[in-house]
């Protein structure tokens, strides 16, 4: 399967982490204008007033400031292809984050040099850590006033635990910043302010020692190679191999906005960053480069498109080649499906999609049957591991205005629960609808998704619940807890049984009473 092959080994899939406000949606804007993604990438300003960002589909994250999904945007750059998988960067929507990320080969770390680590970068780095993801890092906003970069390199190794590798070093900052300096090229990237906007045609001086550094620097050529020379003293090199591990991470500075100093960064990505490798089953191990199709649904997204209503599971292929309208196998339900109109996603534009390979995400129309955590082969039954569930920490009971409305508000909610972001929970002795959550924007978002895309005016109010207990056991033992346990149990939008519990003594006092029955925190992978 050379074509298999020569396919897989160009794709290089990846998220990019952030705290909100680091610079995430400007700079995935030059990423794609850089790719021939999109025409024109002006100023963040001018996207967020009319031309929203490719990657923000609802008009909640407009109005929000918020991305609120991820998307998936495909474009080659040089000889490779890249998948941009966007998360939203809203603590709130932490899940989808999550599985995103189990879905990608590599992330791209974006830093404010002003602000350094935050809150979110250090929860996402630990996610990233957890299976060993290689990490770009970018510092951004380099034409402000910012913090002394070896302090922000020394704060990225000590707070995040990750070894620094700097690949560009700044040469001033804020209203002094005069560029960039490439350690492994041995070349100055200058910065002229307000000029690189579309593209960037940096002006580029070859070798730190030539003289064409001085005439455009001047006093500052010498200082700049005494700081370099302390850097390499300082730092560590870069090393590949280390990168791949997850224990070193490159990093690059720059003004995304200005478009200053995302080439390089670019440019090293593509090279270095990994192309899609093995993956874990509960069975066995999956190699990339298998010729047989596999691939699981890390993500789900009801409505995506408003004029088609539809439902979409993202599939990230692990293995083998997919061509529309094969047939594929559906392990869960041990069914096959025909994937006709599957679809490739160049941001708002959807295209059919002829071939795919391993790192390329497909969407599947769903109609309820696909759920996040699915894993679809050709024949074969295996799971991939390592897609999470999440407990849900907060509870609300959804209230209509118009009665009349009961079977779209179920509706609604049932399918935006296939999502994960939210729970839905039908207690088994009266008629409420619950909704539960991780982040209390979640409801807000699911108000807003049921008006605009169901037509139902529902307000979420608080109910006595502390938390949601998955509950496991035989038939007769379930049967019997369900009878005793009645006002505190209700099923989940797939029919599992679970556990209410209004207090936490009350969780314990129950469990104590029925040692016999597993508890556990989230629903069952499926
Ligand atoms: P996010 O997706 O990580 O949340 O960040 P986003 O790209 O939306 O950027 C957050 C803010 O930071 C935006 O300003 C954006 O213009 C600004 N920004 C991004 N990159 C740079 C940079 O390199 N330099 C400077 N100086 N600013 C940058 P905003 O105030 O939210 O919007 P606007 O009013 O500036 O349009």
Redesign the pocket.
């Known amino acids: 399967m050379p074509k298999l092959n020569e396919e897989r080994a160009r794709r290089r899939t990846f998220a990019i982490i952030?705290?909100?406000?680091?610079?995430?949606?400007?700079?995935?804007e030059k990423l794609l204008l850089f790719g021939g993604a999109i025409q024109m990438a002006g100023?963040?300003?001018a996207k967020?007033a009319a031309r929203h960002a490719t990657s923000d589909w609802m008009k909640l994250e407009q109005e929000r400031?918020?991305?609120v999904t991820s998307s998936v945007m495909q474009f080659q750059y040089r000889e490779r292809i890249v998948n941009l998988l966007d998360t939203p960067?809203h603590a709130d929507f932490s899940e989808d984050t999550y599985r995103t990320l189990t879905a990608v080969d590599s992330a791209l770390m974006?830093i404010d040099c002003a602000k350094g680590v935050e809150e979110r970068t250090i929860r996402l780095m630990e996610v990233c850590r957890l299976r060993q993801t290689p990490i770009f890092t970018f510092i951004?906003?380099?034409?402000?006033e910012g913090r002394d970069p070896v302090e922000l390199l020394d704060e990225v190794e000590s707070v995040l635990g990750i070894e620094c590798a700097p690949v560009t070093w700044p040469i001033g900052m804020g209203s002094r910043l005069k560029g960039v300096y490439h350690l492994l090229d041995d070349a100055v990237h200058l910065y002229e302010s307000g000029r690189n906007y579309v593209t960037q045609q940096a002006r580029i001086i070859e070798g730190l020692d030539n003289p064409e550094l001085d005439e455009v620097l001047g006093g500052d050529a010498a200082e700049l190679r005494d700081e370099i020379e302390l850097v390499r003293g300082a730092s560590h090199p870069f090393d590949p191999d280390r990168y791949l591990a997850g224990q070193q991470t490159p990093v690059f500075f720059?003004?995304?906005?200005?478009n200053f100093g995302v080439t390089p960064l670019l440019d090293a990505f593509v090279e270095h960053a990994p192309a899609p490798g093995p993956r874990e089953t509960v069975g066995r191990t999956v190699e990339s480069t298998e010729p047989d199709l596999t691939g699981f649904v890390f993500k789900i997204q009801a409505n995506m498109d408003p004029a088609h209503r539809d439902r979409i599971a993202f599939m990230r292929i692990c293995s083998g080649r997919f061509e529309r309208g094969m047939k594929l196998h559906h392990v869960r339900l041990g069914k096959d499906i025909k994937a006709a109109n599957a679809l490739t996603f160049m941001a708002q534009d959807r295209e059919q999609v002829e071939n795919a390979w391993p790192g390329d995400i497909v969407g599947l129309h769903n109609h309820g049957t696909i759920g996040i955590g699915d894993t679809f082969t050709l024949g074969e039954s295996l799971q991939f591991t390592g897609i999470p569930n999440f407990a849900p920490e907060l509870f609300r009971r959804a209230q209509l205005r118009d009665p009349l409305k009961l079977k779209q508000l179920q509706k609604g909610l049932i399918q935006l629960s296939e999502e994960g972001a939210t729970q839905f929970f039908r207690p088994l002795n009266n008629n409420d609808l619950i909704l539960g959550a991780v982040g209390v924007l979640q409801f807000d978002v699911v108000a807003y998704r049921l008006k605009n895309e169901y037509n139902v005016d529902a307000i979420f109010e608080n109910i006595n619940i502390h938390t949601a207990r998955w509950v496991r056991g035989t038939d007769r033992k379930l049967d019997d807890f369900r009878r005793q346990m009645q006002t505190n149990v209700a099923e989940d939008a797939a029919g599992q049984l679970v556990y209410l519990a209004p207090s936490r003594v009350n969780l314990q006092l129950t469990e104590e009473r029925w040692p016999d029955l597993e508890f556990a925190e989230t629903r069952e992978t499926l």
């Open positions: 952030s705290h909100p406000d680091a610079g995430k949606t400007t700079l995935t100023a963040v300003k967020k400031g918020i991305s960067g974006v951004n906003k380099l034409d402000r720059g003004s995304a906005i200005n």
